[in-house]
């Protein structure tokens, strides 16, 4: 079957860095998804990997490695406003996004 | 770019009602729109996908009868909640996805706002 795993919560320090893992198993694979997700609001892109490696925008990075179904989000100079929602989501031979149930990221001062 | 706006944001209703929720990509052609369900501190639930001009395809366990979707134009999808009842108050939020290159080179799914749904 098809599955997504990420750490359900995770606390990091303002001005710290944090990495959220996520490990995917599915039919066929056309990329790595990250959005973030404040509390009621919809999801927003953060970024995409298709191909081995690091893609780096701003404070966020995003990794992805194929042969092991692994992507981790990288966030750099914590900022309190980086306290959401962060879903990974895996797109499948039929371009269908499959979702994480999400990693709820609680940042202290 | 590549904005999808959802109406209304929020709705409260009585049970026995039907709610329509709108959802519109404002500057692109969508070839196809997602419906999505999330409840509290859960994640986000694929209910369907519509293609323009076809009837959509529902996930296992989504009511086809009860979760009415149309998709009439490249710009406009609509969910209808018929009959709504109290555990069907959720957040649902529709995407919308192009496959002309340039635009969308990846499939990226653009999210609408989300509408809050309330019955009571």
């Known amino acids: 079957g098809q599955n997504i795993d990420q750490p359900t919560e995770m606390t990091a320090t303002e001005g710290a860095i944090v990495q959220i893992n996520c490990t995917y198993q599915?039919?066929?694979?056309?990329?790595l998804f990250w959005y973030q997700q404040h509390a009621g609001e919809a999801p927003t892109f953060l970024s995409y990997?298709?191909l081995d490696g690091l893609e780096e925008k701003g404070r966020f990075s995003s990794f992805l490695s194929r042969s092991k179904g692994y992507s981790y989000l990288l966030l750099k100079e914590l900022q309190m406003k980086d306290s959401a929602s962060y879903l990974c989501?895996?797109?499948?031979?039929?371009?269908?996004?499959?979702w994480g149930a999400g990693t709820k990221l609680i940042i202290k001062p | 770019g590549a904005v999808v706006s959802q109406h209304p944001s929020w709705v409260i209703c009585k049970s026995g009602t039907s709610v329509k929720i709108e959802c519109r990509s404002l500057?692109?052609?969508?070839?196809?729109m997602f419906w999505y369900r999330q409840f509290p501190k859960q994640s986000l639930m694929l209910m369907a996908t519509?293609?323009?001009?076809?009837?959509?395809?529902?996930e296992q366990g989504v009511e086809k009868d009860k979760f009415l979707i149309n998709h009439a134009s490249l710009t406009l999808s609509t969910l209808t909640v018929t009959s709504a009842h109290p555990e069907d108050s959720s957040f649902y939020i529709c995407?919308?996805?192009?496959?002309?290159?340039?635009?969308?080179?990846?499939?990226?799914?653009?999210f609408g706002p989300g509408t809050r749904l309330t019955v009571l």
């Open positions: 995407s919308a996805r192009d496959l002309v290159e340039g635009l969308n080179s990846y499939n990226e799914q653009f």
């Open positions: 500057d692109f052609q969508a070839t196809t």
């Open positions: 519509s293609n323009e001009g076809s009837k959509a395809t529902y």
């Open positions: 599915t039919s066929g694979f056309n990329g």
């Open positions: 990997n298709v």
């Open positions: 989501a895996a797109s499948d031979s039929n371009y269908q996004l499959i």
